[in-house]
């Protein structure tokens, strides 16, 4: 199995394929088999009409319109998302339908693995089964209804139910082309009238839809545009803090001159409403291409401000554009962003606009995301108001600003992060990721105040988190709230008693306030992470060094200071102060001197000022026969 770094990568990489328009299926048609019934099959794909050219998932099977014949609904991953297929036969064959329920005590009332036998009156040697099963193929629940294709059968001799608990039962008195239930426990078939279907369905033919050549795209989610500093020749700004219509054209594209002309023609009306336009040219992209925009936009009288596009601002506006669609395919020209007065991307177009529905869109990114969404719908309707729906919306709309946020981190935007990452907390307060990752990122930035408010709010979400709990008893500690540092550190090992890091964490806390609990914590983690040679050498330290004589054990800090030492070749200077103080302490002021020495002769040590003092106050107290100890304001 591969690891869960590398299956996200792959799912990562998948899923871009996927969104850039890849076929997951390679482009593979359906297939339809026949079964001939002399252990082979018939390849009928291509005379079925049900070889699609479909991303196809699932296959479920019914008698939609209740005809006797059986009819087949497809989900697809793409377009058309589901396809009924009506079995529109002539031939004059016969059917029998029947609906199980069981007793809802010893069966499932549903009925789910029981066994049917239809036995026909004419001898023969086959007999017709059919079992009820809970779930079909991929993704799919067929019809609970189960069908016989009787052929030119009429008559039938009696239905057999072998029931999921083991019992049989006989249902005699059954006609052909009729529905019934059976009833557990009963004997007795009871028939079911055939209903009809009130939606009118229109047959559409197999073809695949044209391509359109252009698509307004109006954007739910407020994600921020690019940030623009246009300006004339006089060096001023030409944007101001209205709506914004950003064209990219190229001097090659026809319909990129025509759009020119009609934003030129409905100038006024664009002022009017409060629009401002810039046009970039996205010309010098392809030098093989480019043209003069700017004699073009002067041959057009192009009232707007116009300039060119640079390599990382279509970047820019494509990432925008595939965060929010998803088929990632490159910008095509002429493509334009409507960007509201706060900033926001309002509507993408893609191919020609309209000047009439650009107007009527300058509102579009205004009210609640429900608001929004309506006014994004591609379809006329209403929204469901149940409060658990309205609340999935919000979390929802906070999943793609989460994401963004962490997009936006990933390539150093912490500004950027921070803005998608709050409006993901203030959507949806309880989607506890976005305030993990907040947390995470004002931590990142030393910002300790904030960090604390959004990790409380996390575990507010997450009680359980342990992870949070020690991430929190640093932060505390750090703000000199030693009380509630330590009862977080308590909460992280009560979840997680065997996390040795976290027992570090909590003794290096506790040494100069509890060091009796210290102790006790550095050789819980020891006995989880015996190699952990820094946690090792903090303790022999301590017991070595500690001015209270019922904590201090000389004995065991220079058996763990001489098992580190002898691990270290003898070659580090923090290892071998530890060794000289717990020599000192066992009363071999000769060793200890030795071993303080033989630190101080490391390069390492030259190089690290604060050591070097350190060691040599400390050799001075061995030469004198006197141990080290540390004051209590030190420890």
């Not at 099977?61 to 009924?84: E, H, K, T």
């Not at 239905?159 to 007795?188: K, N």
């Not at 997680?496 to 003794?507: E, G, I, K, W, Y």
């Not at 992470?529 to 017991?543: M, V, Y």
Request: charged share 20%.
């Amino acid at each position: 199995m591969p690891s869960d770094e590398t299956g996200g990568t792959a799912h990562t990489a998948l899923a871009a394929m996927i969104d850039s328009g890849r076929s997951f299926s390679g482009q593979e048609r359906n297939c339809v088999f026949l079964n001939t019934r002399d252990g082979r099959f018939a390849n009928l794909s291509a005379g079925s009409g049900l070889d699609f050219p479909d991303d196809g998932r699932a296959l479920a099977v019914c008698d939609w319109d209740q005809d006797g014949d059986l009819d087949l609904w497809i989900s697809n991953r793409n377009a058309p998302r589901l396809r009924l297929l009506l079995n529109k036969g002539s031939r004059n064959n016969h059917f029998l339908s029947l609906r199980l329920r069981g007793n809802g005590t010893s069966v499932n009332r549903d009925a789910i693995g029981a066994r049917v036998e239809l036995i026909p009156k004419a001898k023969g040697p086959h007999r017709l089964v059919r079992s009820l099963r809970g779930g079909e193929g991929f993704l799919a629940q067929s019809s609970k209804w189960l069908h016989f294709g009787l052929g030119e059968e009429t008559d039938i001799a009696g239905i057999r139910v072998r029931w999921p608990d083991g019992t049989m039962e006989s249902f005699p008195g059954v006609a052909v082309d009729r529905r019934y239930l059976l009833l557990q426990a009963t004997g007795t078939p009871q028939p079911v009238a055939t209903g009809k279907r009130t939606t009118a369905l229109t047959p559409g033919f197999p073809e695949p839809s044209p391509s359109p050549v252009k698509a307004r795209i109006p954007v739910v989610t407020h994600l921020q545009a690019p940030k623009l500093n246009a300006r004339n020749s006089q060096g001023q700004a030409t944007l101001g803090n209205q709506s914004l219509l950003v064209n990219l054209w190229a001097t090659w594209c026809a319909p990129c001159l025509e759009e020119l002309g009609h934003l030129r023609d409905r100038a006024d009306d664009l002022r009017t409403a409060g629009l401002q336009v810039l046009a970039l040219s996205v010309d010098d992209l392809d030098p093989a291409t480019a043209g003069d925009p700017a004699r073009v936009t002067s041959e057009l009288g192009f009232p707007f401000p116009s300039g060119k596009a640079t390599a990382p601002l279509v970047a820019a506006f494509q990432e925008f554009h595939d965060t929010l669609v998803g088929l990632n395919r490159p910008l095509p020209v002429p493509t334009s962003f409507l960007i509201s007065p706060e900033g926001h991307v309002s509507v993408i177009y893609k191919g020609p606009l309209e000047i009439d529905q650009l107007l009527q869109d300058l509102t579009h990114s205004t009210g609640t995301v429900d608001e929004r969404l309506q006014r994004a719908a591609q379809l006329p309707g209403s929204q469901l108001t149940h409060p658990l729906v309205a609340r999935s919306r919000l979390t929802q709309e906070a999943s793609t600003q989460f994401r963004y946020g962490l997009a936006r981190r990933a390539v150093n935007d912490l500004e950027g992060a921070a803005y998608y990452l709050a409006a993901a907390r203030r959507l949806d307060p309880a989607y506890a990721p976005a305030a993990k990752e907040l947390a995470s990122l004002h931590l990142a930035q030393s910002r300790w105040t904030n960090a604390q408010s959004e990790l409380q709010a996390y575990l507010q979400l997450e009680p359980r988190d342990a992870v949070a709990h020690q991430e929190m008893a640093l932060l505390q500690a750090r703000l000199d709230q030693p009380e509630k540092a330590r009862r977080h550190f308590e909460k992280a090992l009560r979840l997680n008693p065997d996390d040795s890091l976290a027992h570090f964490q909590f003794a290096a806390f506790l040494a100069p306030r509890d060091p009796a609990t210290a102790i006790s914590r550095y050789r819980t983690g020891l006995r989880l992470q015996p190699g952990n040679r820094f946690a090792a050498n903090d303790l022999a330290w301590l017991l070595a060094t500690h001015p209270r004589e019922e904590i201090r054990n000389p004995a065991e800090a220079l058996k763990l200071a001489l098992r580190l030492d002898r691990e270290s070749g003898g070659r580090v200077a923090n290892l071998l102060d530890t060794l000289a103080a717990a020599q000192a302490a066992t009363g071999n002021f000769e060793a200890a001197a030795a071993s303080a020495r033989k630190a101080l002769s490391l390069p390492q040590t030259a190089q690290n000022q604060q050591l070097a003092e350190g060691l040599n106050a400390r050799l001075t107290h061995y030469l004198e026969g006197k141990p080290y100890l540390e004051t209590e304001s030190a420890q």
